[in-house]
């Protein structure tokens, strides 16, 4: 077994920072959000050049990207709100296998329109 972290734990300015703040506590491994890059939770889209900078920084700081969060609100009342975060989970998706992330991790979530 390996333990691992939420790379989201550590809010640093830099995806670089944050790898460091990882491996400066000892972790090889861990739940990826793109929000560490720079881009929303859930982005739009990923470009693949943003693709190969976070594998080439996980690579440098010998890091597993084991999962990716695909949080969204998959049961917010607007149907609209649901169809938008399919889609972009659908873009998560796609760039999991580059980045050699086996998991997308998911909530449920509410039907609270205002709160996941």
Do not use: W, Y
């Amino acid at each position: 077994m390996r333990l691992g972290i939420i790379a989201r734990t550590f809010a640093r300015p830099t995806l670089a920072e944050v790898f460091d703040a990882v491996r400066g506590h000892g972790i090889d491994c861990v739940q990826f959000n793109f929000s560490c890059a720079g881009l929303p939770n859930l982005p739009d889209q990923i470009e693949p050049a943003k693709v190969d900078q976070v594998c080439g920084e996980a690579r440098q700081h010998q890091l597993a990207i084991v999962a990716v969060s695909g949080t969204f609100n998959m049961i917010h009342p607007d149907p609209e709100h649901r169809r938008d975060g399919l889609r972009r989970l659908r873009v998560i998706a796609a760039a999991c296998q580059r980045l050699g992330a086996p998991l997308i991790t998911l909530c449920t979530g509410t039907r609270d329109a205002q709160n996941m």
